[in-house]
């Protein structure tokens, strides 16, 4: 059984910074690609940043392009997303992912965490 428990949450000034983790155990995730997805209010799950395991080759949303950035512990099966410049707009339940592609779409990934609220205050 595969199990991703997301991380680092919490409320920020815009502006501000985050950084959220996502702890994988459960099998092998060399083969794998990890994302990281937003879910906000009335909107559908939107792609936010993605990020090859072996390779460690990267792609991500437009929106966040600059600000964002995702990346992988390989011994520690652990993957974190820096958010800086944080904008209201960013505000959203955050969800890690592992499928077999760096994919911006939900239905490449087969496994999900539980999520981690996000809150940035104007």
């Known amino acids: 059984q595969v199990v991703l428990v997301e991380s680092g949450g919490g409320l920020v000034q815009a502006g501000g910074s985050l950084r959220l983790a996502c702890a994988a155990s459960g099998r092998t995730f060399s083969s794998y690609a990890m994302g990281w997805f937003r879910q906000a209010p009335g909107k559908e799950r939107e792609f936010v940043a993605a990020?090859?395991?072996?390779?460690?080759?990267?792609n991500y949303a437009d929106s966040v392009k600059g600000r964002f950035t995702i990346s992988r512990d390989n011994a520690e099966n652990t993957v974190t997303l820096q958010m800086n410049s944080l904008k209201p707009e960013d505000t959203a339940v955050y969800y890690c992912?592992?499928?077999?592609?760096?994919?911006?779409?939900?239905?490449?990934?087969?496994?999900w965490g539980q999520g981690t609220q996000v809150t940035v205050s104007s």
């Open positions: 990020i090859t395991w072996i390779s460690g080759s990267t």
């Open positions: 992912a592992a499928g077999r592609l760096r994919s911006r779409a939900t239905e490449h990934y087969n496994y």
